[in-house]
């Protein structure tokens, strides 16, 4: 039998804590609160006070934080439907990195980083999940549109462990498994569509990728 105990003194976040998230070192916490802010916590000695000010301080409750695994990137989504990025490689001074995404998904209440770094899940309020772009952190991107499916607020979103395998549960009491292949994506597209695809029709489903014509064959 586990025999938990508390470690130390409990931290202090002054409020209500959302989420929370550790670094792939283990040694730096991240949380998202009720106050809108997003702090980074040493936890290599528990005793230590927060590290540095706030990320973001007082502007919409943070619901989700999370870390990517093979980068010094730290993700955040608020009550507003932003997503915020940040280098983290120097907790005392973290870096926001590019510009805020924002793209009218309601509440951001889960994040997840795809284990090779490159994709962002969100799982939002309005039963949305959302895919974004990091393999260059500093220029995130939304990559399509929102995957629909969801008739509920999206809780939770995890990545398998090859990174094409994207799984979402929501309050509707679903789980849903997205193949996120591209290759499958277009043999799947071109079976329903029985024809080539127009270039507008590649840059709706598939806008990661140039255009090239997968049907034809």
Known sequence: MIRARVLDRPIGANATVYSLAF???GRTLATGDA????RLWDVADPAHPPIGVPLTRGVNAILSVAFSRVTHTLGSGDANGTIRVWDVADPVHPRRLGQPQTANLGSIDSLAFSPNGHRLASGDANGTVGLWDVTHPARPRP???PLPGHTSKVNSVAFGKNSSI???????????????????AIERICTRARNDLTPQQWLSY???RPYQSPCAH
């Open 23 to 25: 670094s792939p070192d």
């Open 35 to 38: 106050s809108g802010n997003v």
């Open 206 to 208: 598939i806008p990661s």
């Open 143 to 145: 990559l399509g549109q």
């Open 166 to 184: 994207l799984a979402s549960a929501s309050s509707d009491g679903t789980i849903r498994l997205w193949n996120l292949n591209v290759g499958f």
